[in-house]
Structures are given as structure tokens and as C-alpha cells.
């Protein structure tokens, strides 16, 4: 039994932020808060982080199909392997899992493709000339006839690649 | 102190203007000064028109007693010429005298018909030595346009010309393998192929190449320097025989190889590329690029000709621990310009059996299908097959 005395609960309060309490809670949670500073200062933080989230760029849309193609060439990537029963069944749940997982960190990261470059190549190979920090991390660089320094770049979004040279004098 | 219409002062109006030219100041000072950074320029005898420019992106730096520009953005050209572009150099210049100061940016694999647009990106860091130039910071100049029946137009200050004919040479054979693999074996079959290549491309060895600065590896003091005899890897049909080659080497640093050529074809020969090879300590083949050196003008039937560039490298394994050692070298030939203008590159069955094709990083058209692949599909790749192959 509740007391006449006791705050609500920040369940309620929360909801109370939103609109979301039924009519006889809504006007007994009011009630109190109208009375309770600290009850009134805690529905005001929920309404101001609803207001916040509101404001925050829509969730992107997922290319599922896109999604499952890159997932598939990458664990095709890997090559062929012998497995037991066992070992393909943890193999389907880490496979599992790694989907999962690309789907969260891709939901909690919007990376504008726009003018993401990255190195073509997917090993690391660092070159730079010396004394020169030009070349990108990553870039997988190749000397040239005339001794010069060349790697390439891909860019996402318009699938352009393009080679790049540094000249040595 | 302002008044407002009834002739009182108005204190928040007066707090209001000064926040304003406040931040009106700082965000002037926010601004590079001068001139805009980037330029571009068309030799008039090149059928493009710059449409665009946005270098929003592109940073100067002050550090120490020099400029770096970290040049970022984009340039759209609309085409005006009747023949479709197939690549495209570009000559970006800060400095082109210093180490740094000068870039070429080769755009391969356009498609670009007459009226069209196409936007080329940039992504290049420069130095130059202060104090900043009076005018704008980088120079960007077209150098070359390739068309579709591989006549070119430009200055051609950086041997653009010969540089996009040979990857567009190897653009078209890479796109007749894998057309002709989606011919025969339908879409499974270029499956297989991109998979085949993706893992190629992943499993291929890195090196670790830097300039190693001045001075032979046989300047007194270098310690142990040996000489290495490099394998020659003989493609039966290419016009050039690699008949000897040797380099100087102290640990992971390696002097220019000297390679000894002879042209066993009946025509001319111009400038030619040689594709150098290391092999580690566990006798792992790594690419390192194109062995340096300046070919002779024309290289009679018959004649020999050897190779010799003044350039130091420093050539280190990637995920090797501790100090590399250069075990082994060897050579072959990528392309040869004849006296007629054409242009010899290996084909891909001769790389195949040659035990090449694992070593030698893939064409730049070729790492661009499969990463459409990557991104959008097998149907993405045979429709970009389709369009770009007669």
C-alpha cells in the first residue's frame, strides 16, 4: 500500500514526460510533482532529453540486401574450411553475432561517404619518403620508373580510384 | 549606447551588436587570408571545361619554415569533345622544385561522353616553403585526357600519356577476363572470380618502401653491402629480354638495380617498365614497384641498353619485427613502348604462368571492379562490363 508521502516512481515520472500515463496516474503523479520540487525538477530533465532526442538526425536506411552481399564476400573472404558439426554451429552463431554487431555499430555511426577516402588496399603498408609525411597511413605505395612514390585511393559513394604520385626531385 | 524610436537606451540591443561584431571578428580572423588557395588550368587544346570546384575542405598549415597544405576536394569538368575520356592527369604543383611539392593524380576508368560530367577527386598532402605565395597556394593543371581510341591531348609534362595508355591497356585486358569468365560460366563464374581476386588482392605481401635519402648503399661506412644477381622472369612474346641484373644492397636498403635489356624485336623501342621484385629472408616475393631509371630515346633492333637511377630505397617487409634483410631479387618486363606509338604489356595468362599474378599488385581497373563488387554486387560489375567493353 502506498503512502500518502511516497514520490512516485522515475518510471512514472518518465512517462508522465511523455504523455504516456493513464488519466488517474497522470493526475496523481501532478498532483505530487506540483508539490515536489525535486519530483517537478526530474519530470523537466525527462521532457528536456525528449526534446534533445528529437533533434538528433533521423536513424539511416539500411540496405539490408546491400548489407548481407557485404557480409557474405567478406566471410567468403576467409576461404574454405573444414569444420566439425560443433564447430559449424559456433561458426553460424559467431557469423550471427559479427552481423549483429556490424548492425549496431552502423546504427550508432552515420560516416558521411561523401569524401571518406580510404587506402585501396586493405593491408597496411606504410611508405614515405624522407622527411615527407604526404603519403596516407595505410597507402599501399609502389616506386615508379622515374623513382617516385605512387599509391592509390578509392572513394566511397562515387567509386572513383585514383592513383596518386609524389614526385622526388 | 543605441536609441530605440521613444530615445531610450536600449541595453540589450547595445550587448546584441557588440556580440555581433564580435563574432563577426573572430570569424574574420577565422579566414585564410589572401587569395584562394587552389587554381585550376586547361591547356586550350583539351576539351574540357572546369563546371565546378569545392576545396572547402583543403587546410594550410604553417609548421616550422614550411607550408603544408593538406589539399582536399573536388573538380567537376563538363566534356565538350566529341570522343569519350577514358583517363585523366592531373598536375598539382605547390613547389614543384622541393621534395613534396609536386603530385600527378591519375583518374583512370572514366567513361565520360561528349556533354557529360564527371567529378575527380582530390586527396593529396603538399609542402612548400614559407613565406605563402602571393597568389594561390596549389596549381592544378590538366596534363593529359585519353580518349576512347587511346589518342591523348594535353602538355604531357609528366608522361601522363604513356602511363594512362598503359593502364588502360591493362583496364581492357583485366575486363576481357572477367567479361569472358561471365560469358562462359554465367554469374557464378564472375562470383568466383571477384572472390578470387579479393583474396589475392587481401593475401598479397607489403613492403614497406621509403626513399633512404642520398648516397649509394656503397658509400664507405654502410657496413655489409652485397650484390645481389636478380632473377629474370622472361615473358616469351614481350619485345625486350631481360638478359642480366644485379643491385647493391646493405640489410633492408637497396640501391636502383642495374638491369642489362636488349630489344629482340624488329622495331624501335621507346621507354619501357620493368617490375621489381624482393624476396625476404623466408623467401616471401614482395612487389616493390617499377625498378627507377631513365630509358634511352629509342632502342634499335638488336640493341642493349642498361638501366641505372641514382635513388636509394628502403625496403621493409610489413609485419616483419626487428631489422628486414633483402635475400633475393628478380625482374620483368611490364611494358614496352614501341617506335610506332603502341604500347606491349603482358597478358594475363603469361603473368598467370609466370607466378606473377600473387606477387604483383592488381590493374588499378581491376581493384576498382572489385571494389564495386564489394559494395554493390556481381550485377553492378557485369552491367559495368557490359557498358565499358565493345
Given at each position: 500500500m502506498r503512502s500518502r508521502s511516497a514520490h512516485p516512481t522515475q518510471r512514472e515520472l518518465a512517462l508522465l514526460a511523455g504523455g504516456d500515463l493513464g488519466r488517474f496516474a497522470r493526475w496523481r503523479v501532478t498532483r505530487h510533482a506540483a508539490r515536489c520540487p525535486m519530483c517537478r525538477s526530474a519530470v523537466a530533465s525527462y521532457v528536456q532529453d525528449r526534446r534533445e532526442l528529437g533533434a538528433l538526425a533521423p536513424l539511416p536506411v539500411v540496405d539490408f540486401a546491400a548489407l548481407g552481399h557485404q557480409i557474405r564476400v567478406a566471410a567468403a573472404q576467409a576461404g574454405p574450411r573444414r569444420v566439425s558439426h560443433g564447430r559449424r554451429r559456433w561458426g553460424i552463431a559467431g557469423a550471427a553475432l559479427a552481423a549483429a554487431a556490424a548492425l549496431v555499430a552502423l546504427f550508432l555511426q552515420v560516416p558521411d561517404t561523401r569524401r571518406e577516402v580510404f587506402p585501396a588496399t586493405p593491408r597496411m603498408g606504410l611508405l614515405q619518403p624522407?622527411?615527407?609525411?604526404g603519403l596516407p597511413a595505410g597507402a599501399d605505395a609502389q616506386v615508379t620508373a622515374d623513382g617516385h612514390l605512387s599509391f592509390r585511393a578509392f572513394y566511397r559513394g562515387s567509386g572513383q580510384l585514383t592513383i596518386t604520385e609524389y614526385y622526388v626531385p | 549606447m543605441t536609441l530605440d524610436l521613444q530615445g531610450r537606451t536600449s541595453r540589450p540591443l547595445h550587448r546584441l551588436a557588440g556580440a555581433v561584431l564580435a563574432a563577426a571578428a573572430a570569424l574574420a580572423q577565422a579566414q585564410p587570408s589572401g587569395p584562394a588557395p587552389v587554381a585550376v588550368e586547361i591547356a586550350e587544346?583539351?576539351?574540357?571545361?572546369?563546371?565546378a570546384t569545392d576545396f572547402a575542405d583543403t587546410e594550410l598549415e604553417s609548421r616550422g619554415g614550411a607550408l603544408v597544405i593538406d589539399l582536399a576536394g573536388s573538380i567537376t569538368f563538363r566534356h565538350d569533345g566529341l570522343e569519350a575520356v577514358r583517363a585523366l592527369t592531373l598536375a598539382v604543383d605547390?613547389?614543384?622544385?622541393?621534395?613534396?611539392?609536386r603530385a600527378a593524380v591519375g583518374v583512370p576508368s572514366l567513361h565520360a561522353r561528349q556533354g557529360e560530367l564527371f567529378e575527380v577527386h582530390l586527396n593529396v598532402r603538399l609542402l612548400r616553403p614559407l613565406?605563402?605565395?602571393?597568389?594561390?597556394a596549389v596549381r592544378i593543371a590538366v596534363d593529359g585526357v585519353l580518349f576512347d581510341s587511346l589518342a591523348a591531348v594535353g602538355p604531357d609534362r609528366l608522361d601522363s600519356v604513356r602511363k594512362m595508355t598503359v593502364r588502360e591497356l591493362e583496364a581492357r585486358r583485366d575486363r576481357r577476363y572477367f567479361l569472358s569468365r561471365l560469358d562462359t560460366g554465367g554469374r557464378a563464374a564472375l562470383v568466383e572470380a571477384m572472390q578470387a581476386s579479393l583474396r589475392r588482392q587481401a593475401e598479397r605481401p607489403r613492403l614497406e618502401v621509403?626513399?633512404?635519402?642520398?648516397?649509394?648503399?656503397?658509400?664507405?661506412?654502410?657496413?655489409?653491402i652485397r650484390e645481389l644477381q636478380l632473377a629474370l622472369v622472361q615473358d616469351?612474346?614481350?619485345?625486350l629480354v631481360l638478359e642480366r641484373g644485379t643491385a647493391l644492397v646493405n640489410g633492408a636498403v637497396s640501391d636502383s638495380p642495374r638491369i642489362v635489356l636488349r630489344n629482340r624485336s624488329p622495331h624501335l623501342a621507346g621507354h619501357f617498365e620493368i617490375g621489381w621484385l624482393v624476396r625476404d629472408a623466408r623467401g616471401v616475393l614482395y612487389s616493390a614497384g617499377t625498378a627507377p631509371g631513365d630509358p634511352p630515346p629509342a632502342l634499335q633492333p638488336g640493341e642493349r641498353f642498361e638501366t641505372r637511377a641514382e635513388q636509394r630505397f628502403s625496403l621493409r617487409p610489413v609485419g616483419l619485427g626487428g631489422a628486414a634483410e633483402l635475400a633475393g631479387m628478380a625482374a620483368f618486363l611490364r611494358s614496352v613502348q614501341l617506335g610506332d606509338g603502341s604500347v606491349w604489356i603482358p597478358s594475363r595468362s603469361a603473368l598467370d604462368g609466370l607466378g606473377l599474378l600473387d606477387a604483383v599488385p592488381v590493374s588499378a581497373e581491376e581493384q576498382r571492379l572489385t571494389q564495386l563488387y564489394r559494395e554493390r554486387g556481381p550485377d553492378a560489375v557485369s552491367a559495368e562490363l557490359r557498358k565499358l567493353t565493345p
Open positions: 624522407a622527411g615527407f609525411a | 587544346e583539351i576539351p574540357l571545361q572546369v563546371a605547390a613547389h614543384a622544385g622541393k621534395l613534396g611539392g613565406p605563402r605565395p602571393p597568389g594561390p621509403q626513399l633512404a635519402g642520398g648516397g649509394p648503399a656503397t658509400a664507405p661506412g654502410r657496413g655489409d616469351p612474346h614481350a619485345p
